[in-house]
């Protein structure tokens, strides 16, 4: 079964500096495309990144970048010079093109940055 | 503002009772996506529709439907309420079936079943 994890619940990082969360997914599936969404305290989801898995380079943007390692199946994402307004919950998700457009989120990382 | 809209925004109801959930799209997209967030299920995708037809199931109960309508708004029913049907529950678009990388969340409605 298709399985996203993020095995670190609650992450501190210092204003200004780059953070890492960890995302790794399990399919068997080749087509797929990985996301990051970002849920700050107010509650609405908030697109950060994608990822296909045919995409060979990584993807960014702004001062969000995924670190895309298909053979270990991880899909890290880069906060880098982390910023207060970070602070939130933060969901890596697969989406399974051979089911459709089939989810898969993951349990979700709670970031703080501290000043 | 992602221009989608939900309504209503909170909703609290009684073990047993239905609730129709609804959802406007952006302008333009033709594609709905239904997610629940709960305290003890996370996040989890529902159901998708492309322009009133459904197009990917994923953890539905039976007790919940939901359509799409010609005007492309969406309505998500939930019936016969349980006290773990108590989440957030969001409405996204995409204006494509394929471009799920492009799709934007509502506000969600927080739904309270005591």
């Known amino acids: 079964a298709q399985k996203i994890t993020q095995t670190q619940p609650g992450m501190f990082v210092q204003e200004k500096e780059a953070v890492t969360l960890d995302c790794t997914y399990d399919t068997s599936d080749q087509s797929y495309g990985l996301f990051w969404y970002k849920q700050p305290s107010s509650g609405e989801m908030i697109f950060l990144i994608y990822q296909g898995s045919y995409d060979e380079q990584n993807a960014t943007e702004g001062r969000y970048s995924l670190n895309f390692q298909k053979a270990r199946k991880s899909a890290n994402l880069v906060i880098s010079a982390s910023q207060l307004g970070d602070s939130a919950m933060y969901f890596c998700a697969m989406v399974l093109r051979d089911y459709g457009q089939n989810f898969v989120f993951g349990p979700g990382t709670r970031l703080s940055v501290l000043p | 503002d992602s221009g989608v809209t939900q309504t209503p925004k909170h909703l609290i109801t009684a073990t047993g009772q239905r609730v129709t959930l609804r959802c406007s799209p952006r302008?333009?997209?033709?594609?709905v996506y239904w997610y629940q967030q709960s305290l003890d299920q996370g996040l989890q995708f529902l159901i998708q529709y492309y322009n009133g037809e459904e197009r990917a199931k994923g953890n539905i109960l039976e007790r919940f439907s939901a359509q799409q309508f010609p005007d492309l708004h969406s309505e998500l029913n939930l019936s016969s309420l349980e006290l773990g049907d108590s989440a957030l529950y969001f409405c996204?678009?995409?204006?494509?079936?394929?471009?799920?990388?492009?799709?934007?969340f509502g506000p969600g409605t927080r739904l309270t079943v005591l």
């Open positions: 996204a678009s995409s204006a494509w079936l394929d471009r799920a990388n492009e799709q934007f």
């Open positions: 302008s333009g997209d033709l594609s």
